[in-house]
């Protein structure tokens, strides 16, 4: 026996319960945004609310700022993005940021002769707790490298490289790449590295590890020891306080 096609009628049907459902399917997606929107309208209105009440503790706490941005964060709005918004005008925290910013590019410019232009965050806190006073805002690792950010994005040549569960901060436009990254890494327990350190620990050739040291040597990111005992060290700057921090000599 011979199957019988699919009628036309059956197909025309079939469409139409498609297309029905798609329409449906439409009709929903377009209801949840506006439900979305409406959500998050209320959420920024209760966020405004919520700034305005605790305004004096958003200003004075580090903590209460980290908390504030973190829920600022969750609906996509960023209290730092205009200077002239109402989250500036309300808190003033456009202000607190572009002062601090102005801090640090002080701080590392005063100790760039040093360090070459790379700091340790938590160097970089101390010496802008030092600067700012007993009496001054309290301002936490978490407002630095917020503040950071924000001079990042004005292009001249702030940058943070992770070292050690920290961060170092980068003060000057050197360019520099995941190698150059690595080594710093490698040279964070005892704030120097060698050539056969860096080739036993990295697997590199003698060529690549030359070419990264010789690179952080001219920018002044790192001193050579030509005498130590072995074969020549280069050494952090940027990472003797943290090492005299340890209880290690430099």
């Not at 200077?83 to 601090?100: I, P, T």
């Not at 040093?114 to 030092?130: A, S």
């Amino acid at each position: 026996m011979h199957r019988r096609g699919v009628g036309a009628g059956a197909i025309a049907k079939k469409k139409l319960t498609e297309a029905r459902y798609k329409e449906r399917g439409t009709v929903l997606a377009e209801d949840q945004i506006v439900q979305m929107s409406k959500q998050l309208e209320t959420f920024k209105s209760n966020l405004e609310e919520f700034a305005s009440k605790h305004k004096q503790e958003i200003r004075k706490s580090s903590q209460f700022r980290v908390q504030f941005q973190e829920m600022c964060a969750t609906i996509g709005v960023d209290p730092l993005a205009s200077g002239k918004g109402f989250w500036s005008e309300m808190l003033g925290v456009g202000d607190f940021y572009y002062e601090l910013g102005v801090q640090i590019i002080e701080v590392c410019l005063a100790l760039k002769h040093r360090n070459g232009g790379l700091i340790t965050l938590d160097e970089l806190h101390h010496r802008v707790l030092k600067g700012r006073g007993k009496f001054a805002q309290d301002v936490s690792q978490d407002d630095l490298v917020r503040a950071i950010k924000k001079l990042k994005v004005m292009g001249n040549g702030f940058g943070m490289i992770p070292v050690g569960g920290s961060y170092l901060v980068q003060s000057v436009p050197a360019e520099l790449n995941m190698d150059h990254t690595v080594v710093l890494q490698l040279a964070e327990k005892k704030g120097y590295v060698s050539v056969s350190e860096i080739r036993e620990s990295l697997k590199w050739e003698r060529e690549r590890a030359c070419h990264v040291l010789d690179h952080l040597l001219k920018e002044g990111l790192a001193w050579l020891d030509s005498q130590a005992s072995g074969e020549p060290q280069y050494w952090l700057p940027a990472l003797f306080s943290e090492l005299t921090s340890r209880g290690q000599s430099v």
